[in-house]
């Protein structure tokens, strides 16, 4: 995949590590999120070959499962590496000791303290609970077919998206 050659060579082109920081230290690497694991991968590794001990990694996002559907545009499930995933199976993905997520119920509280106004939340691309209720596992198969330029798959899918719209319309 061209994308990602390109995605894990800006990693070492933007990041040093100093082996005299990490040599024989156990270190905790944080990063805002991990959606396809590259960046990941190469930071715990860059620091695994400057000598460092222990690599721990924190998100400060909850694993990203899912794909957004409403207009942002992000990998499909394949792409995702928390999908289908565990936390132990990421770690072993990422090449770190231990891995540490955000917990999604406690982001929710932490946003709704600090503006009690917002009540609701899109968390799907973490827990797959979409908003608007209609998206189902056809449809994600459907909009990653689009992706792929799966245009018999997307014939098809079109068809019976188009039956169930309509059936649902008389219901």
């Keep these: 995949?061209?994308?990602?050659?390109?995605?894990?060579?800006?990693?070492?082109?933007?990041?040093?590590?100093?082996?005299?920081?990490?040599?024989?230290?156990?270190?905790l690497l944080v990063d805002d999120s991990i959606v396809?694991?590259?960046?990941?991968?190469?930071?715990?590794?860059?620091?695994?070959?400057?000598?460092?001990?222990?690599?721990?990694?924190?998100s400060a996002a909850p694993p990203v499962r899912y794909p957004n559907v409403y207009g942002?545009?992000?990998?499909t499930r394949a792409e995702l590496l928390a999908y289908g995933r565990?936390?132990?199976?990421?770690?072993?993905?990422?090449?770190c000791d231990a891995l540490i997520y955000q917990d999604i119920e406690a982001l929710?509280?932490?946003?709704?303290?600090?503006?009690?106004v917002i009540r609701d939340f899109d968390t799907s691309c973490f827990d797959g609970r979409y908003i608007t209720g209609d998206v189902t596992p056809e449809y994600l198969d459907y909009?990653?077919?689009?992706?792929?330029?799966?245009t018999q798959h997307q014939a098809i899918e079109t068809q019976q998206l188009d039956l169930n719209l309509v059936s649902g319309a008389r219901a």
């Design 108 to 116: 929710v509280e932490d946003v709704k303290a600090e503006n009690p």
């Design 72 to 75: 942002i545009d992000m990998p």
């Design 1 to 27: 995949m061209p994308g990602q050659a390109l995605r894990k060579k800006s990693v070492r082109q933007k990041l040093n590590a100093i082996a005299e920081e990490f040599k024989d230290k156990n270190v």
């Design 86 to 95: 565990s936390d132990e199976e990421i770690a072993r993905e990422i090449g």
């Design 143 to 150: 909009i990653e077919a689009l992706r792929n330029g799966d």
């Design 36 to 58: 396809r694991g590259t960046t990941s991968r190469e930071i715990v590794q860059m620091a695994r070959d400057s000598g460092a001990a222990r690599v721990f990694f924190a």
